[in-house]
C-alpha cells in the first residue's frame, strides 16, 4: 500500500527474497461483479487466505488511500510520543486490547521477545458507539481522519464480504449484516511501529506467528518483513515467504472467524513480521492493520443457508459461543501456552 508518496521515502523491496505469489485483484471490478475476479478472491481466499487488493481506479479505494496516508502520519506522530506518556494509555490484555502495547511484551516463536509497538484505536470509541475513551492528543485532534478512515474501510470491507456472500452462495447481505458499523464490536484499527536495529539481525522476529482472529484484516504496509507460512509447511526459517508491498494496494487477508463461520472452507494463515529485507533493514518501518470483528453477540455458529458449507459431520460439535466469548476463550488457550496459532481451513468443497 499506500501511495507512491510514501514508497518514494523507503527504499526499494529486494527482488532476491523468497516471496508469496499472490493475486492482486481490483476492487472496481469486484464492486462490478465481474465473476471472473470474483472466483479469483474465492480461490485466493482458501489457498492462501490473503491477497493483494488494488484500490486504484475505484472512488471508495482512492478515499481509502488519503485516509490510510493520514494513519500513517498519526502513526508517527503517536508512536513517536515519550514512552512515558504513551504508558498511561497502556493495553491490558486480554480485558481490554485497545490502547499502547511497546515493544517486548510478546514472546515469539523463537522465545524471544517482540520488537513492535503498537496503538490500537477502537471503532466504537471511534465512531462515536461508546462515550469517548483517553486516547493522546495526536489522536484526539484527528477524531475526524479516524472516523473518515474507518468508514471508509468498512464500505471496501463490504464490497469483499458481498463478494464472498456471492461465491459462498449465502444470502445477500448475510456477511456484512454481521459486523455492522454501528453495533459494539471489538473492530480495531492497530497502528504499528518497529524500529531498525544498530546491528541488522534479518532473521529477527518482530511480530510473532499468528493467525488473526476476525472476519478480515486490511494491512497497509510500505517496508516489507510481513511473511505467510504456505499451507502444508514446517514452521522453520526457510519455509517462510515475504509478502512485497505494492503502492496503491492492500494487502487483504482471512481471519479464524470466517473459518469456523465456513466449516474450514476459507483459509486464515499464520503469519509474522520479521526486519524488512535489503537496505529496508535501515528504515522504521510503519504499518496499519483494520482487523474486523463481528458484532460481539453474533453467534460462531457455522452459516446456513449455503450448499457448499460442510454440515457438521457425525460427532461433530456445534459452536454455540458468541463472537466475544469464543474470542476470550482462544486468547486465553494462546496466552496459557495450550494453543498455538497455525493456518487453519482451506478445505476442499465436498461435491
Ligand atoms: O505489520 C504487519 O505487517 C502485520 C501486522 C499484523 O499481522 C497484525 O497486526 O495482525
Ligand atoms: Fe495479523
Redesign the pocket.
Known amino acids: 500500500m499506500p501511495t507512491p508518496k510514501l514508497f518514494a521515502q523507503c527504499p526499494d523491496f529486494p527482488s532476491t527474497v523468497p516471496m508469496a505469489d499472490l493475486p492482486v485483484l481490483s476492487l472496481s471490478k469486484i464492486g462490478e461483479h465481474d465473476g471472473g475476479e470474483e472466483k479469483r478472491l474465492f480461490d485466493a481466499c482458501r489457498e492462501y487466505g490473503f491477497f493483494l487488493l488494488d484500490l486504484k481506479a475505484s472512488q471508495s479505494g482512492d478515499n481509502l488511500l488519503r485516509d490510510a496516508e493520514h494513519m500513517f502520519d498519526l502513526t508517527a506522530a503517536t508512536l513517536g510520543l515519550e514512552e512515558s506518556e504513551l504508558s498511561t494509555y497502556a493495553y491490558n490484555p486480554p480485558r481490554d486490547l485497545l490502547g499502547y502495547k511497546c515493544a517486548g511484551k510478546l514472546r515469539t516463536d523463537d522465545g524471544k521477545l517482540d520488537a513492535?509497538k503498537?496503538y490500537m484505536l477502537g471503532q466504537d470509541d471511534i465512531i462515536g458507539n461508546i462515550p469517548p475513551r483517553n486516547n493522546p492528543d495526536t489522536i484526539e485532534t484527528r477524531r475526524k481522519e479516524c472516523q473518515e478512515f474507518f468508514r471508509h474501510a468498512h464500505a471496501v470491507v463490504a464490497v469483499i464480504l458481498a463478494a464472498l456472500d456471492r461465491q459462498l452462495d449465502l444470502q445477500p447481505g448475510t456477511l456484512e449484516r454481521l459486523s455492522p458499523l454501528d453495533k459494539l464490536s471489538d473492530t480495531s484499527l492497530?497502528l504499528?511501529l518497529s524500529h531498525p536495529q544498530s546491528i541488522v539481525d534479518e532473521n529477527r522476529i518482530s511480530?510473532g506467528g499468528?493467525t488473526?482472529i476476525g472476519t478480515v484484516?486490511l494491512?497497509f504496509?510500505v517496508a516489507g518483513?510481513?511473511q505467510i507460512l504456505p499451507a502444508g509447511s514446517e514452521n522453520v526459517h526457510g519455509n517462510w515467504r515475504y509478502i512485497r508491498p505494492e503502492p496503491g494496494c492492500a494487502l487483504v487477508n482471512i481471519g479464524d472467524t470466517l473459518v469456523e463461520w465456513t466449516g474450514g472452507l476459507l483459509r486464515s494463515s499464520l503469519?509474522?513480521?520479521v526486519t524488512a529485507p535489503g537496505a529496508q533493514a535501515s528504515v522504521p518501518?510503519q504499518?496499519l492493520?483494520y482487523?474486523i470483528r463481528p458484532d460481539r453477540n453474533a453467534s460462531m455458529r457455522r452459516l446456513e443457508g449455503s450448499a457448499l458449507i460442510p454440515r457438521l459431520k457425525e460427532g461433530e460439535q456445534e459452536e454455540t459461543r458468541s463472537v466475544s466469548e469464543w474470542a476470550t476463550w482462544r486468547a486465553q488457550q494462546i496466552m496459557n501456552g495450550e494453543l498455538k496459532p497455525q493456518t487453519r481451513g482451506g478445505n476442499p468443497i465436498q461435491a
Open positions: 513492535m503498537m492497530r504499528l511480530l499468528h488473526d484484516t494491512l504496509h518483513g510481513l503469519h509474522r513480521v518501518r504499518s492493520a482487523l
